[in-house]
């Protein structure tokens, strides 16, 4: 068509997060509804079939100044994008992006997160920004010197559990984005802490609580190897022979107490019968 209309003008890239939005300045006229094209070209077409481009899968045509190329852009290498604009049969002339764009130079910023506890369970949910994002969480005890501990999680919609945590203790928590696909993070968020609801356990009532633990510990040892031997016993009784029975020396020892024992016993019998016919 002839170019007749104003061409649009100021075309700019913004790119937040990997979402990308072309932008210009509106075309007035003084009756009509002006509509715009959006095409592009790879770096492959601008290099080898600069005649070709490419209508934008979302924006051939619309009426509003600013077009969403991020389902159009999706290699890392540098675009070119233009935009004109159409009334009925009139056509202005093409406006080019005066720098090509390329998505490594999109802003990443730190992603929202809501902090929750379960319980004693230290849950976060992170904002989806997309299957090109995961993230790098940092979460510890608030007091000196404690230990930063680091999570990589991965976009969804349910809450990710981190730790479980101390009654009475303070933890804190943030986070940044990664992009593998152009291999950038974002900045951390600011830290966000929550405070465990109830007391800590005092020193003193800790080691009340351990002591007991190990008395409780023994008496169940003890209350197991009585058990045990009762149960040996029950099974398997041991005979115990009575004292009348019981062999305390030896055989030959025995035999020699039996034959003093038996000449004593004759010595004392004679002595009585002696006795008893000088009576007579």
Request: aromatic content about 8%.
């Amino acid at each position: 068509g002839v170019a007749v209309l104003p061409a649009p003008q100021n075309l700019s890239v913004q790119s937040v997060n990997m979402k990308h939005v072309l932008t210009w300045s509106p075309v007035i006229v003084p009756e009509g509804i002006i509509h715009y094209s959006v095409e592009y070209q790879g770096e492959y077409e601008s290099l080898y079939t600069s005649h070709i481009w490419i209508p934008s899968s979302r924006c051939s045509p619309t009426q509003r100044p600013e077009c969403d190329i991020t389902e159009d852009i999706t290699a890392t290498v540098s675009y070119s994008l233009r935009v004109r604009a159409t009334l009925g049969s009139l056509t202005s002339a093409w406006s080019t992006l005066k720098h090509r764009f390329n998505q490594n130079s999109t802003i990443l910023t730190p992603p929202r997160m809501e902090i929750t506890m379960d319980g004693f369970h230290l849950l976060i949910k992170l904002e989806d920004l997309g299957p090109h994002f995961e993230f790098f969480v940092s979460y510890w005890r608030r007091e000196p010197g404690a230990k930063e501990h680091v999570k990589v999680v991965r976009p969804g919609v349910l809450p990710v559990y981190l730790e479980t945590v101390e009654p009475g203790a303070a933890y804190c928590v943030k986070a940044r984005t990664f992009v593998k696909a152009i291999g950038r993070h974002s900045a951390f968020s600011l830290p966000e802490c929550v405070k465990v609801q109830g007391e800590a356990l005092p020193l003193a009532l800790a080691l009340f609580a351990f002591v007991g633990f190990v008395l409780i510990l023994v008496v169940a040892l003890l209350s197991v190897w009585k058990m045990g031997r009762l149960l040996r016993h029950s099974c398997c009784p041991v005979v115990m022979l009575p004292d009348t029975l019981k062999i305390t020396n030896s055989p030959q020892k025995l035999i020699s107490c039996r034959k003093e024992e038996v000449e004593a016993c004759v010595t004392s019998g004679l002595s009585s019968e002696g006795l008893l016919k000088a009576w007579i």
